[in-house]
């Protein structure tokens, strides 16, 4: 499970590995959307049981996070700091092992630069899953490409472990 922190958007994506082939296939994503009239504990609390829902139906293995990219809004960071301890929180709750990755290193992951643009980043994503149904919505997208470099990453992880002799 991907999850892009946002106070007024989090975005959420469910990933699977096909059982044939190295690759993962993209259950379900979409966004948490809380109103911005409501008081923060009231929204982090929205997020909290949506994701909870979330992993209850779908039940998965991992859950990998966006660590926080701190620009000039504090204020803004403050908030997604927040979204990702409720995160955080609700792995916890159900004993689901957490990847923490950052935007740079997701970007990379995907596209092979860092600095990629949030759309290369989309367009990476149709074609690594083999899939024109990716999100348009950017927070979902970038939950899926979360989750898929969780994915990578733990693959690679295995292969590396593989190979070294003990």
Do not use: C
């Not at 919505?137 to 898929?148: E, K, P, Q, R, W």
């Amino acid at each position: 499970m991907g999850i892009d922190p946002g106070l007024a958007i989090t975005g959420y994506a469910l990933l699977d590995k096909r059982a044939s082939e190295n690759m993962a296939t993209l259950l379900a994503s979409g966004t948490i959307r809380t109103n911005a009239k409501s008081v923060k504990s009231s929204r982090l609390g929205a997020i909290f049981t949506e994701l909870m829902s979330l992993i209850k139906h779908y039940k998965p293995d991992e859950l990998a996070v966006e660590t926080q990219f701190i620009a000039k809004n504090i204020k803004a960071a403050m908030s997604v700091s927040e979204v990702r301890a409720v995160s955080l929180i609700a792995a916890n709750e159900n004993e689901i092992p957490v990847w923490e990755i950052s935007p740079r290193e997701v970007k990379e992951a995907i596209t092979g630069w860092g600095n990629a643009p949030k759309e290369q980043v989309q367009l990476m994503l149709a074609a690594q899953l083999n899939s024109t149904e990716i999100p348009s919505s950017l927070d979902a997208s970038d939950a899926v490409a979360i989750g898929l470099t969780a994915y990578t990453l733990r693959r690679y992880e295995k292969i590396f472990n593989q190979g070294i002799d003990r």
